[in-house]
């Protein structure tokens, strides 16, 4: 890894790591201490007494209850991501947030939260409460239906609420894509440009969608700091995901998840001492929030899962990039990406193992240098 950071920019990298870890100790201490006197002093069952004197209806009750929570943990957490981004990334460079945007942002993904988990909580209520014995069922088939929908119209109708997405000019990098993509035998229908530089100098690329809705869409701070085969092995990394079928795989993953969820889930709504446990009477918002905290533990061991074949994704896209494009340029690329972010070139393995989702650049840089290149037909 010699090389990828200059000396002083090294050093940088080092003390950032620092701050990060001392700023994720300090707010997950506070989280932990705010959660647990809620807990200790009874405060959950104070909420719901609160919330009964407007309405007894499960959906309306459950509405209030995890609207309050929501909105305020939401204020709790605020300071802290305040000082993340404009005191952090800020000293080291990576913010360009403005406040202006920053507040808009708030608003915005208030409203959604509002509206979309309102939406699913309402009738996933109406579901246990109305219709019981299909419960699994339909809560499972609904969330599915959610997250199909928001993957296939992401790019189409959730990005442009918070970016401008711009077509790709044409240009010697967009007839080299072209160039590259027909090589590969792979349509793209629109390949977009996003000003990812309104919050952040970070730079990034992802691909959304499915069928006949797939989009590449590359961050104007990509495309400024990355040279056209940089850029294009970028590219091909992504089309490499999803020829091998990782969105699909993902998905279906994502619905396995789901449906232990659920079952979990049906389960502790049908043990009612938990809600005692927490200080109030039977209801479906108090055996949700049961839920929820108790479930914790276990979606820690799932991350560890879905992490694990994350990263053998990542090995595999690479994979293909080197295969079908530039080992190289693949390499080169990765290489400036982890120097602009600050990235970590030496986590712990266990750390890797529990929370990374894709290898450590010395991981892939070892893999691509093991690819051997094939000549492709044309
Ligand atoms: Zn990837």
Not at 224 to 246: T, V
Not at 291 to 317: K, M, T
Request: glycine share 6%; aromatic share 16%.
């Amino acid at each position: 890894l010699k090389g990828v950071y200059a000396e002083d920019q090294y050093r940088k990298q080092q003390e950032f790591e620092r701050v990060k870890y001392k700023f994720s100790l300090i707010s997950g201490l506070f989280s932990f201490a705010v959660l647990m006197s809620v807990l200790l002093s009874g405060g959950f069952s104070f909420l719901d007494l609160y919330i009964r004197q407007f309405t007894n209806h499960p959906i309306g009750m459950a509405l209030l209850f995890f609207g309050i929570i929501g909105f305020l943990s939401d204020l709790l957490s605020m300071p802290f991501e305040v000082y993340d981004t404009f005191r952090i990334e800020q000293q080291f460079g990576f913010n360009t947030t403005s406040v202006r945007t920053y507040v808009v942002d708030k608003l915005k993904s208030w409203l959604l939260a509002a509206v979309f988990g309102g939406l699913i909580l309402s009738l996933i209520v109406y579901f246990y409460t109305e219709i019981g014995e299909w419960f699994l069922l339909l809560a499972f088939s609904l969330v599915t239906a959610f997250s199909i929908f928001v993957n296939y119209f992401y790019t189409t109708l959730f990005v442009p609420l918070f970016n401008k997405l711009t077509p790709l000019e044409e240009g010697v990098l967009k007839n080299e894509i072209e160039k590259y993509c027909l090589s590969v035998n792979f349509r793209i229908h629109s390949i977009l440009v996003i000003d990812g530089s309104k919050r952040s100098k970070r730079a990034n690329a992802y691909f959304s969608g499915f069928g006949h809705n797939k989009k590449v869409v590359f961050y104007d701070t990509l495309l400024s700091d990355h040279s056209n085969d940089e850029i294009i092995a970028i590219l091909a990394h992504e089309i490499g995901h999803y020829r091998k079928k990782h969105v699909v795989k993902g998905l279906i993953l994502g619905m396995l998840q789901t449906a232990f969820l659920f079952w979990v889930l049906s389960v502790f709504l049908s043990t009612p001492f938990l809600s005692g446990a927490l200080g109030s009477q039977p209801g479906f918002h108090m055996g949700l929030l049961s839920f929820v905290l108790l479930f914790s533990p276990f979606s820690a061991l799932i991350g560890i899962l879905v992490n694990y074949v994350s990263r053998r994704h990542e090995y595999q896209a690479d994979y293909f990039a080197s295969v079908t494009f530039k080992a190289q340029s693949l390499a080169n690329a990765l290489k400036r990406l982890s120097a602009n972010n600050l990235s970590n070139l030496t986590p712990h393995p266990l750390y890797v193992f529990f929370r990374y989702s894709h290898p450590t650049l010395l991981q892939r840089l070892e893999a691509i240098s093991n690819v051997k290149q094939e000549e492709l037909p044309n």
